[in-house]
């Protein structure tokens, strides 16, 4: 069932994001008949996949009659909106299910117990302030795509001031019922509906004198693998960041490796993640990555891999990136390209994302 | 002190999202902000603690104290529940209380690490620096000692002390710990594990004065018949000893350096002498529930009588044992000539001490859980042992390390203090050191029960054995000292 479904997923994204690629438009047509996801040989995958991007990518210009010239084709849309809508319907149907620690999240409340560390070493190693019992105390954290709150809470236990964002609205109630009953975290801990899009914008226009941030620290944990567009993802985050302000980011890699174990065995085999919930074609390499922040200001400080075991249920920290890896970046600088919201029309070549995939 | 904080906190977490804020959540923190600074009197609607500890004895007070002292838990609120009255020592009393408890080093540190050993040894307390255990039904005697007599094995103190000293502790410790003294628990109320629309996720605690409290992690401390674990319907494996301990003061004949520990194993139960002081000792008599109420009922030099022949008297030797220990031991000197140690006999005892004597029933308990979601067990709650070996407050002060430990941690990783998965870790480190504790007093209770000749010869083959072997018995001292 899981199977079917993901192959129906992956047959619309793909038809979608590829006619948007192509000319900005957001046809819900399917592009002509893709091959079904069941039929992947055991040949490499990037392989595979690049062939399909390219055969969509001149499918889907003939039908729509654009610009001949093959244009770079992405697996997410130049767009301006970093949300991606059948991501947003696929956690709106789990919206009530984020705190039941033995459901579908489950590895991600087991995450918790190597991201929070991480987050609050790297910001007590730049803050250096000491509050036994309270840490973070005085810090202000934006979780983006805080889901339920799974990762705000602990880090308003720590004390820490954390806005929480999702534009799924149903998950931000869960989270706020969650947290209501805890006095400890009421006053710490507030949640919103939004975009990153819509609070950067806000910032701008509240703070223009300034200038300057509003966020000591932005944690993404286990978003830029579901977004649309990470060139305006990372502009944003620039744009909240104070100057020094630290970025933490936890994803999955694009390897071979990370889609036999990532997707085949998580979600089909071992049904860890609810089928669909990971494309393949949305990961992104640290490498990558580093260099799409560093080309917004960024200064990438570590990486670190991280290792899920289904037996025990528990994650740990690992030298290999190969799957999943926890990245933390400083910001060095604000964004040269504050007029230029959005990446559609960045004029720095390196800043698009290609299609190529990196293994 | 509390509600001041939280409502200073509230005001500035308005001014620094009333940018980013157009939300109701802004008038709730607002609300809850005054609604909690009226709370500066103890109104007790339902406050939120973060952790309750139910049961003000040694292991409750020390828990509390252990809790109130870590600086990941600064800024916690923990609240410690009796049901008696405060014990204040302001002097400490001539006479020797009855009740008295032997203080392995591992607990010793313990206590130290969280400020009462200071008080502990500025009272009262005795250190032993040797201890003879031997057989009343043959020979055989196995003495445990450190190095050259330098240190000490353990130490004698009084139950009522080591409590006032943890409450001298907990007083310079009253911003983070609250105690309520006679406030009896009449209800708990325990949360369900997964969290509907209007339930409350916290255990609620009912007292008798009808004031309800709320906590995210209830740690029950409250005796052999815990009312926590009844209420939570933890199937407990106990059963009890057909055995009552009698407890006393003895003054001893003459001064004497007192710095042996003695313990003989009679066929009724074993007998032991602890030492408080260079004239007084401890008795800690377990014998069948009639013969101790007799020996209740005895005048005191009777008593003494009863006591000395206790741990002086050859008659329950008979001559096959004697002849097998002796062969026995003569076998074993020939391997280790060096091994092994006189006997020594016991100080003789004249009198006891002003305060009556009392006895007390002996059983054995074992929770098979020491946590449900939100609520932990330690101390005799969760295992209850015979005072033979010494070990039944050790084992509750080693619960107290371990639980703080584990609490402070998940602290510092923000995580929900009353989550099961570093709860787990506490069951399973410390079954994982009970369990084997427990047997082996249960086992040793059992074999010396009897006179019965395979038994005793299989135990003066055993004592004798140990006794010449002196790795094996720094193994056994090491894992009594934990």
């Given at each position: 069932?899981?199977?079917?479904?993901?192959?129906?997923?992956?047959?619309?994204?793909?038809?979608?994001?590829?006619?948007?690629?192509?000319?900005?438009?957001?046809?819900?047509?399917?592009?002509?008949?893709?091959?079904?996801?069941?039929?992947?040989?055991?040949?490499?995958?990037?392989?595979?996949?690049?062939?399909?991007?390219?055969?969509?990518?001149?499918?889907?210009?003939?039908?729509?009659?654009?610009?001949?010239?093959?244009?770079?084709?992405?697996?997410?849309?130049?767009?301006?909106?970093?949300?991606?809508?059948?991501?947003?319907?696929?956690?709106?149907?789990?919206?009530?299910?984020?705190?039941?620690?033995?459901?579908?999240?489950?590895?991600?409340?087991?995450?918790?117990?190597?991201?929070?560390?991480?987050?609050?070493?790297?910001?007590?190693?730049?803050?250096?302030?000491?509050?036994?019992?309270?840490?973070?105390?005085?810090?202000?954290?934006?979780?983006?795509?805080?889901?339920?709150?799974?990762?705000?809470?602990?880090?308003?236990?720590?004390?820490?001031?954390?806005?929480?964002?999702?534009?799924?609205?149903?998950?931000?109630?869960?989270?706020?019922?969650?947290?209501?009953?805890?006095?400890?975290?009421?006053?710490?801990?507030?949640?919103?509906?939004?975009?990153?899009?819509?609070?950067?914008?806000?910032?701008?226009?509240?703070?223009?004198?300034?200038?300057?941030?509003?966020?000591?620290?932005?944690?993404?944990?286990?978003?830029?693998?579901?977004?649309?567009?990470?060139?305006?993802?990372?502009?944003?985050?620039?744009?909240?960041?104070?100057?020094?302000?630290?970025?933490?980011?936890?994803?999955?890699?694009?390897?071979?490796?990370?889609?036999?174990?990532?997707?085949?065995?998580?979600?089909?085999?071992?049904?860890?993640?609810?089928?669909?919930?990971?494309?393949?074609?949305?990961?992104?390499?640290?490498?990558?990555?580093?260099?799409?922040?560093?080309?917004?200001?960024?200064?990438?400080?570590?990486?670190?891999?991280?290792?899920?075991?289904?037996?025990?249920?528990?994650?740990?920290?690992?030298?290999?990136?190969?799957?999943?890896?926890?990245?933390?970046?400083?910001?060095?600088?604000?964004?040269?390209?504050?007029?230029?919201?959005?990446?559609?029309?960045?004029?720095?070549?390196?800043?698009?994302?290609?299609?190529?995939?990196?293994? | 002190?509390?509600?001041?904080?939280?409502?200073?906190?509230?005001?500035?977490?308005?001014?620094?999202?009333?940018?980013?804020?157009?939300?109701?959540?802004?008038?709730?923190?607002?609300?809850?902000?005054?609604?909690?600074?009226?709370?500066?009197?103890?109104?007790?609607?339902?406050?939120?603690?973060?952790?309750?500890?139910?049961?003000?004895?040694?292991?409750?007070?020390?828990?509390?104290?252990?809790?109130?002292?870590?600086?990941?838990?600064?800024?916690?609120?923990?609240?410690?529940?009796?049901?008696g009255n405060k014990k204040v020592m302001d002097k400490v009393p001539e006479n020797y209380s009855i009740r008295v408890s032997s203080i392995s080093p591992g607990s010793a540190s313990i206590l130290s690490g969280i400020g009462a050993w200071e008080h502990i040894t500025k009272m009262r307390c005795k250190p032993y620096k040797k201890m003879q255990v031997w057989d009343a039904c043959?020979?055989?005697?196995?003495?445990?000692?450190?190095?050259?007599?330098?240190?000490?094995?353990?130490?004698?103190?009084?139950?009522?002390?080591?409590?006032?000293?943890?409450?001298?502790?907990?007083?310079?410790?009253?911003?983070?710990?609250?105690?309520?003294?006679?406030?009896?628990?009449?209800?708990?109320?325990?949360?369900?594990?997964?969290?509907?629309?209007?339930?409350?996720?916290?255990?609620?605690?009912?007292?008798?004065?009808?004031?309800?409290?709320?906590?995210?992690?209830?740690?029950?401390?409250?005796?052999?018949?815990?009312?926590?674990?009844?209420?939570?319907?933890?199937?407990?494996?106990?059963?009890?000893?057909?055995?009552?301990?009698?407890?006393?003061?003895?003054?001893?004949?003459?001064?004497?350096?007192?710095?042996?520990?003695?313990?003989?194993?009679?066929?009724?139960?074993?007998?032991?002498?602890?030492?408080?002081?260079?004239?007084?000792?401890?008795?800690?008599?377990?014998?069948?529930?009639?013969?101790?109420?007799?020996?209740?009922?005895?005048?005191?030099?009777?008593?003494?009588?009863?006591?000395?022949?206790?741990?002086?008297?050859?008659?329950?030797?008979?001559?096959?044992?004697?002849?097998?220990?002796?062969?026995?031991?003569?076998?074993?000197?020939?391997?280790?000539?060096?091994?092994?140690?006189?006997?020594?006999?016991?100080?003789?005892?004249?009198?006891?001490?002003?305060?009556?004597?009392?006895?007390?029933?002996?059983?054995?308990?074992?929770?098979?859980?020491?946590?449900?979601?939100?609520?932990?067990?330690?101390?005799?709650?969760?295992?209850?042992?015979?005072?033979?070996?010494?070990?039944?407050?050790?084992?509750?002060?080693?619960?107290?390390?371990?639980?703080?430990?584990?609490?402070?941690?998940?602290?510092?990783?923000?995580?929900?203090?009353?989550?099961?998965?570093?709860?787990?870790?506490?069951?399973?480190?410390?079954?994982?050191?009970?369990?084997?504790?427990?047997?082996?007093?249960?086992?040793?209770?059992?074999?010396?029960?009897?006179?019965?000749?395979?038994?005793?010869?299989?135990?003066?083959?055993?004592?004798?054995?140990?006794?010449?072997?002196?790795?094996?018995?720094?193994?056994?001292?090491?894992?009594?000292?934990?």
């Amino acid at each position: 069932m899981y199977a079917n479904k993901f192959g129906r997923v992956m047959l619309a994204l793909y038809s979608r994001n590829t006619a948007t690629a192509c000319g900005g438009l957001s046809t819900a047509t399917a592009c002509g008949g893709l091959p079904s996801a069941a039929g992947r040989s055991g040949f490499s995958w990037t392989a595979v996949c690049k062939q399909r991007t390219l055969w969509l990518q001149r499918t889907a210009c003939l039908n729509t009659q654009q610009n001949p010239v093959p244009c770079h084709v992405s697996a997410r849309s130049a767009s301006q909106t970093t949300v991606d809508p059948d991501e947003l319907r696929r956690f709106q149907s789990l919206a009530g299910k984020w705190w039941d620690e033995q459901g579908e999240f489950s590895a991600l409340h087991a995450m918790n117990d190597l991201r929070v560390p991480f987050i609050r070493d790297n910001l007590l190693n730049v803050h250096g302030v000491r509050h036994p019992g309270k840490p973070l105390r005085g810090l202000r954290i934006l979780d983006v795509g805080c889901g339920g709150g799974l990762l705000t809470e602990p880090l308003g236990r720590l004390g820490a001031n954390v806005l929480g964002i999702d534009p799924v609205g149903d998950s931000i109630g869960t989270a706020q019922l969650h947290s209501s009953t805890d006095p400890d975290l009421c006053e710490r801990v507030c949640y919103r509906a939004s975009t990153l899009e819509e609070l950067a914008a806000e910032g701008d226009e509240a703070e223009e004198e300034q200038g300057a941030g509003q966020f000591d620290a932005v944690v993404a944990s286990e978003v830029v693998e579901h977004l649309a567009d990470l060139e305006t993802f990372a502009f944003c985050c620039n744009q909240v960041l104070k100057l020094g302000g630290s970025l933490f980011i936890t994803t999955i890699n694009k390897t071979n490796l990370s889609y036999a174990l990532g997707i085949v065995v998580a979600e089909q085999l071992l049904r860890i993640v609810p089928g669909g919930t990971h494309d393949w074609d949305k990961f992104i390499s640290p490498v990558e990555l580093e260099r799409l922040l560093e080309s917004n200001g960024f200064s990438v400080q570590s990486v670190q891999g991280m290792l899920y075991n289904p037996v025990s249920g528990a994650w740990s920290w690992t030298a290999s990136t190969a799957i999943n890896y926890a990245l933390h970046a400083v910001k060095v600088r604000d964004d040269p390209h504050t007029e230029q919201a959005g990446g559609g029309s960045s004029t720095h070549p390196e800043d698009h994302p290609t299609a190529a995939p990196h293994s | 002190m509390h509600k001041l904080t939280r409502a200073t906190l509230a005001f500035n977490g308005l001014g620094r999202f009333s940018i980013a804020e157009k939300h109701l959540s802004a008038i709730k923190i607002t609300s809850r902000g005054l609604v909690s600074a009226e709370h500066g009197h103890d109104s007790g609607k339902n406050e939120v603690y973060d952790v309750i500890i139910s049961g003000g004895g040694m292991v409750g007070s020390a828990m509390a104290c252990s809790l109130g002292m870590d600086p990941n838990l600064e800024g916690k609120k923990i609240l410690l529940l009796e049901a008696g009255n405060k014990k204040v020592m302001d002097k400490v009393p001539e006479n020797y209380s009855i009740r008295v408890s032997s203080i392995s080093p591992g607990s010793a540190s313990i206590l130290s690490g969280i400020g009462a050993w200071e008080h502990i040894t500025k009272m009262r307390c005795k250190p032993y620096k040797k201890m003879q255990v031997w057989d009343a039904c043959s020979d055989a005697l196995i003495t445990f000692d450190k190095e050259n007599l330098q240190d000490e094995m353990a130490y004698i103190v009084e139950n009522d002390i080591i409590v006032a000293a943890l409450t001298k502790q907990l007083d310079c410790l009253s911003d983070n710990v609250q105690v309520k003294y006679r406030s009896k628990v009449v209800k708990y109320a325990w949360p369900l594990p997964h969290q509907a629309a209007d339930s409350i996720p916290w255990v609620k605690v009912t007292l008798a004065s009808g004031e309800t409290v709320q906590t995210k992690l209830l740690i029950g401390a409250d005796g052999p018949n815990s009312m926590v674990r009844q209420e939570l319907g933890i199937p407990t494996v106990k059963w009890n000893y057909d055995q009552s301990a009698v407890v006393a003061v003895l003054h001893l004949s003459e001064p004497t350096e007192n710095n042996v520990a003695w313990q003989r194993f009679l066929p009724t139960g074993p007998i032991a002498m602890l030492p408080l002081s260079d004239t007084e000792s401890s008795l800690v008599w377990s014998t069948s529930h009639r013969l101790a109420e007799e020996l209740l009922e005895l005048d005191e030099e009777s008593f003494v009588d009863a006591i000395n022949s206790a741990f002086w008297r050859n008659e329950n030797q008979s001559e096959l044992i004697e002849t097998a220990g002796s062969l026995f031991r003569g076998a074993l000197s020939v391997i280790m000539p060096s091994a092994g140690s006189p006997r020594q006999l016991p100080p003789s005892v004249a009198g006891i001490g002003p305060k009556t004597r009392v006895m007390f029933p002996l059983g054995i308990g074992h929770a098979s859980e020491y946590i449900r979601h939100r609520v932990a067990l330690i101390g005799d709650a969760a295992h209850r042992v015979h005072p033979l070996a010494g070990q039944g407050a050790n084992l509750g002060f080693g619960d107290v390390a371990c639980l703080t430990q584990l609490v402070s941690q998940a602290a510092f990783d923000g995580k929900d203090l009353g989550a099961m998965q570093h709860m787990l870790q506490y069951e399973t480190e410390r079954q994982r050191h009970n369990l084997p504790m427990m047997a082996a007093i249960d086992l040793m209770k059992r074999l010396y029960s009897t006179n019965a000749a395979p038994a005793v010869l299989l135990r003066t083959f055993g004592l004798q054995a140990t006794n010449m072997l002196p790795a094996l018995k720094e193994q056994i001292v090491a894992f009594a000292s934990k």
